[in-house]
């Protein structure tokens, strides 16, 4: 029986076909990267491991250096060298960095510590100052043998605002001892922005013991705040996960990294953020995305939470900013989730400003069964050590690096789950980001 002859048309139009589909693979922005490419309804790929990635055996484990236990503390000199004030910027955390770095350098250079300035910020929606945050008289009693805090100023220099000493922008080798101290002994009272190049490795340790002790035994919040922290806390279902998710159009402006498969609003609100801040393109996106450079969307997190054996029924309460973008992306996924405007009431949530909702974050995240975070800033390099001081160790950073090294491999399905397992497993065993080595010092299980 003759077979049919097929027409070369149909050749024709299937070697067509094949070629656009191989183009579209070849030159289409990396997808592990776009919104909508994670294969996010085919769960048997998460299925490799009945136990999730808190039963994992730790091997190092963080606690408080012995030289900042108070024990043998260095004692104060008898006659300070002056006053200086702390002048804070930004968001509660950062202001809080800025705050213990300022602790560490009043005691370097044997200053009395005025209570820090907490500067107005309408871009943070924020008008409230260290009082109204931070139990000002827990956090002289607290540092007390550690440094000299006062709330007001001797008659002759509370008259008049501080001498200005700019260090916020200082590069290099910066020294405080060689460039403020002058100005300290010379006017009497400064106020200073401590300079991000200062390295505290370079502090003595009576420096470094100031700035430990009122990092994270003197900061505690108000009681107001505390009670409110603790209102939120009782109102989210147990356990629960806190998940800080940063996917705000400022973030993403300010790393410089490109999205494909966001939708249009969400575009838009990252084209108004970058201002001139242009994205990286071609082979420097690849190397800046592929250093970790670029924050995870909400997407993205919800696949890896999968990876790591995180169930889908979890409760987790989002520690985030206002404006996060793509935040579908998780909650298609993970069903129980809360944030602070559901669980609060409306009157309550409007009355508060960017260092309250901050707070209560950070008192929520402190005091959650698991913590897990997608950008290590100041919060969570704060949550972090504050949960390793309470003995609580189911905290993990999510690797924006080793993401980006898998998609780089062009890993899918379960390799790809298997790789992204595998190196937050090695993270959790080894304690990386449950603690920084500035105040805690690493211990074999």
């Known amino acids: 029986m003759a077979i049919p002859a097929i027409k070369p048309s149909f050749f024709s139009i299937l070697l067509i076909v094949l070629s656009l589909l191989l183009a579209a693979i070849v030159f289409s922005p990396s997808t592990p990267f776009s919104g909508k490419f994670l294969p996010l309804n085919s769960p048997e790929i998460f299925s490799h491991r009945e136990l999730g990635m808190w039963s994992a055996h730790r091997i190092v484990d963080w606690k408080p250096c012995k030289w900042w236990n108070g024990i043998n503390l260095t004692a104060l000199p008898a006659e300070s060298n002056g006053y200086i004030r702390v002048d804070c910027y930004g968001g509660l955390n950062q202001m809080r960095r800025d705050l213990c770095d300022g602790v560490g350098i009043a005691r370097l250079l044997n200053a009395t510590l005025v209570l820090p300035k907490f500067e107005v910020a309408a871009y943070w929606n924020e008008s409230s100052g260290f009082a109204d945050v931070f139990d000002a008289d827990n956090f002289i009693q607290q540092t007390k043998g550690f440094i000299e805090v006062v709330k007001e100023l001797p008659a002759e220099i509370g008259l008049r605002e501080p001498v200005r000493v700019d260090c916020s922008k200082r590069k290099g080798q910066f020294d405080y001892v060689e460039s403020v101290l002058p100005s300290l002994l010379q006017h ?88 001139d801040r ?152 080894m304690g990386r980001g449950s603690a920084l080595p500035d105040c805690f010092c690493e211990h074999r299980l």
């Open 188 to 275: 009497r009272y400064i106020s200073i922005t401590p300079a991000m190049s200062q390295r505290r490795d370079r502090y003595p340790l009576y420096a470094k013991a100031a700035l430990c002790q009122a990092c994270y035994n003197a900061l505690r919040l108000t009681k107001a705040l505390e009670d409110k922290g603790l209102e939120l806390l009782n109102a989210i279902p147990k356990p629960f996960l806190s998940l800080h998710l940063r996917f705000e159009p400022d973030m993403v402006a300010y790393s410089q990294c490109e999205y494909s498969g966001l939708s249009p609003a969400s575009m838009a609100a990252i084209d108004i953020a970058r201002g």
């Open 278 to 429: 242009k994205p990286w393109t071609g082979d420097a996106a690849r190397v800046w995305r592929n250093r970790g450079k670029c924050p995870l969307t909400p997407n993205e997190t919800a696949f890896i939470l999968q990876a790591l054996s995180i169930p889908t029924n979890t409760t987790i309460y989002l520690a985030a900013g206002d404006g996060l973008l793509e935040l579908e992306g998780l909650t298609s996924v993970y069903k129980n989730v809360y944030t602070k405007s559901t669980l609060l009431n409306d009157e309550d949530f409007m009355r508060m400003h960017g260092n309250t909702k901050a707070a209560l974050d950070y008192y929520v995240s402190i005091n959650s069964d698991a913590y897990i975070a997608t950008y290590f800033g100041n919060m969570d390099k704060m949550v972090a050590a504050m949960r390793t001081l309470k003995g609580l160790f189911r905290t993990l950073l999510l690797s924006r690096k080793a993401f980006a090294d898998c998609n780089a491999k062009e890993l899918k399905g379960k390799e790809l789950v298997e790789a992204l397992w595998k190196a937050h497993h090695e993270d959790f065993v």
